[in-house]
């Protein structure tokens, strides 16, 4: 069963903490995406990547980086962690149309 | 850019009635996808119908269907015979066909259908 698996259901970090959110799929796609959730606003681009090494800005990058080392994992990083960064963060991955979706990680910051 | 817009942000229907979701978006693009998603309480997004922009025929699946009208920039969702298992968020999403979805999914800010018993 192919799947996007993120590494933490439920995290809770303190302000000021460096932050990784790891996805990991296991489909060889070439695209990799972070979305963030938040009530009333769907779902937000963070960043991106189509390809090893390559990272693109999404529609909401401040706060944020990413790192993909690998073709399989892509890592959100928040380098300095603040409360308005309290949310649910989404991993998924494509080829052409076809998209799968991790289950997501709820990050409250305290 | 393009922006997608659900205007309604809660729906509550009885169980095995008939229900319509609607989405409108905003694009300069003529080749694009249009994708309906379903969250339920367990998060994971579900795809539920995807339509290619240049097919003028409705994309059907089992209860679910769509009416997409490319010129007034619609696309809505169909749910027939709703069960109380079709209760969730749901997503409309939009991609550019050119560079073959790279950069992404544009989505609305959810409708969250209820299905009451």
């Known amino acids: 069963d192919v799947k996007v698996t993120q590494s933490s259901r439920y995290l809770v970090k303190r302000t000021g903490e460096k932050v990784f959110l790891e996805c990991v799929q296991d489909?060889?796609?070439?695209?990799m995406f972070w979305y963030r959730q938040d009530p009333g606003l769907g779902l937000r681009l963070i960043y991106f990547?189509?390809?090893?090494?390559?990272?693109e800005k999404g529609d909401i990058p401040e706060g944020y980086s990413v790192s993909r080392e690998k073709k399989e994992r892509f890592s959100l990083i928040l380098e300095s962690a603040s409360t308005n960064q309290t949310s649910m963060y989404l991993c998924?991955?494509?080829?052409?149309?076809?998209?799968?979706f991790g289950s997501g990680t709820r990050l409250t910051v305290v | 850019a393009q922006t997608v817009t659900q205007s309604q942000p809660e729906m509550s229907v009885q169980e095995a009635e008939t229900v319509t979701l609607s989405c409108t978006y905003d694009?300069?693009?003529?080749?694009?996808?249009l994708f309906w998603y379903k969250q339920p309480p367990s998060r994971q997004m579900i795809l539920v119908i995807r339509q290619e922009a240049y097919k003028q025929q409705n994309a059907t699946e089992n209860r679910f269907s769509v009416n997409f009208q490319k010129a007034a920039k619609s696309f809505s969702l169909k749910i027939s015979d709703s069960q109380l298992g079709d209760t969730a968020m749901y997503f409309c999403a939009f991609m550019k066909h050119e560079g073959g979805g790279a950069d992404g999914l544009t989505f609305g800010k959810g409708t969250h259908l209820i299905i009451q018993p």
């Open positions: 694009t300069s693009e003529n080749n694009y996808y």
């Open positions: 990547s189509y390809d090893v090494k390559m990272k």
């Open positions: 489909m060889d796609h070439e695209n």
């Open positions: 998924a991955s494509s080829v052409h149309a076809g998209y799968t």
